[in-house]
């Protein structure tokens, strides 16, 4: 974790992108990250790997109180059927444990298998809050320096308005 924590550091100073960070005892759900982090200005955020039918891999990273609808976000994207990925996956794409992943993460993913979705609300906030691809801390940036982020891993991420599939059936 601390490579790949190190990586992110090191293409965020590169970049010239803002950020810091805040220590804490490991969080492995959105509840216990809002317990210790609650008081960071910024979006607070929930991020699941998926992985659909036919092995495609998808990072969703919403705001941390969005209720997702799986179903609702794979008919929307024109995918198959979807599911959270096994630990072991996450293990092997993202090199991170469930607690951890977060766009962050990427830069684990060597061969670029996984496709980042980010919930458009994310983009009404200053600053949005990740785990630096270690659950045991939150590190903060400006919300439009997350695409920055991306786009320098080679990414080109999808925006999904999640409240729109809120009424989705699924």
Sequence with gaps: MLAARNRVFALLDELGILHRT????????VEEAEAVTGHLPGAHTKNLLLEDR???LWLLSCLADRRIRINAVARRL???R?????PE?????LGVIPGAVSPFALVNDERRQVQPLLEDKLFSF????FHPADNRATT????GDLLRFLE???????LLDLEALGSDEG
């Design 22 to 29: 805040l220590e804490h005892a490991p969080v492995f759900t």
């Design 54 to 56: 036919k092995g495609g």
């Design 78 to 80: 024109g995918a198959p």
């Design 82 to 86: 979807m599911s959270f990925a096994k």
């Design 89 to 93: 996956r996450v293990a092997e794409v």
């Design 126 to 129: 200053d600053e949005v809050n």
């Design 140 to 143: 903060t940036i400006a919300s």
């Design 152 to 158: 320098a891993l080679g990414y080109r991420p999808i």
